[in-house]
């Protein structure tokens, strides 16, 4: 019963993964149409009225643009850069020192029936996909527009906030890329961006605390939505960290090794 199930899961996983990357360019039409409507919609409700049509401001649009392209741009250059079929070097240095390992031949690596981004792995890869969604969500149901004549420290803060969900998304999808790809330097850059992740929701908590003048009920809304982004990066990364490091898949995919 248990191996019934297991091989439910992982057809299961093969098929996912498939369908990500035979409808890839359908998904990211999909992202283009779905998020340029939530974004015509958070423009439609903006902090201040609008002196003019926000289509015809470059501050009222540009920002959104950026929200919905960012990610597909980041994702469209790491595939450029990671083409599909290539056999890419192994860095020259480990940091995934954990465990005890031997090398294997690259193309020996890829016979193998745990060679891939099946089973688990493919958990991981939607869970990274997902990322892009939901900070999205979260910027557009937290952030009004800026519209005409906004306090100066709303437009600092609108600043801010849309920096990290422009620069978190695409990092997000530039890893989502690697993985695609089965870039070796996937695991190390995905472990970075948690870090950046990390980072940024601090720093935006200092710069708030800074600008001033930032009504006492919008600095606890932000500071209950960084606190969430910082639980939510500590858990992935408490879950996936040790996947990362310690999976016979994950080391005979990224890093052409298995266990010694």
């Not at 091989?7 to 409808?23: E, G, I, K, P, T």
């Not at 926000?54 to 741009?73: D, E, F, T």
């Not at 070796?184 to 708030?208: E, K, N, S, T, Y």
């Not at 606890?220 to 898949?249: C, F, H, Q």
């Amino acid at each position: 019963m248990v191996r019934l199930v297991q091989d439910h899961l992982y057809r299961r996983s093969v098929a996912l993964v498939l369908s990500m990357q035979v409808n890839l360019h359908r998904i990211i039409a999909i992202w283009v149409l779905v998020a340029a409507f939530a974004c015509g919609l958070r423009l439609a409700f903006p902090a201040t009225p609008y002196a003019s049509a926000p289509w015809m401001s470059a501050a009222g649009l540009a920002p959104y643009l950026l929200v919905v392209a960012a990610p597909v741009g980041a994702l469209l250059l790491g595939l450029k850069l990671f083409p599909a079929g290539r056999v890419l070097a192994q860095p020259s240095f480990r940091l995934a020192q954990v465990g005890r390992w031997r090398k294997i031949d690259c193309l020996k690596a890829r016979e193998m029936s745990q060679f891939g981004l099946y089973g688990v792995m493919a958990s991981l890869l939607l869970g990274i996909a997902l990322n892009v969604p939901v900070r999205t969500l979260e910027f557009l149901s937290a952030v009004p527009a800026l519209g005409s004549y906004p306090p100066s420290w709303y437009v600092s803060m609108y600043a801010v906030m849309l920096a990290d969900v422009v620069l978190l998304s695409s990092m997000y999808m530039f890893a989502f890329a690697m993985a695609l790809r089965m870039a070796p330097l996937f695991p190390r850059f995905l472990v970075m961006v948690w870090g950046v992740d990390l980072v940024a929701q601090l720093g935006i908590a200092q710069l708030v605390v800074r600008i001033g003048d930032v009504p006492p009920a919008v600095q606890m809304a932000l500071a209950d939505l960084l606190t969430g982004n910082v639980k939510k990066v500590l858990i992935s990364a408490a879950l996936w960290l040790p996947y990362l490091l310690l999976s016979e898949r994950v080391n005979i995919t990224f890093r052409n090794r298995m266990s010694a």
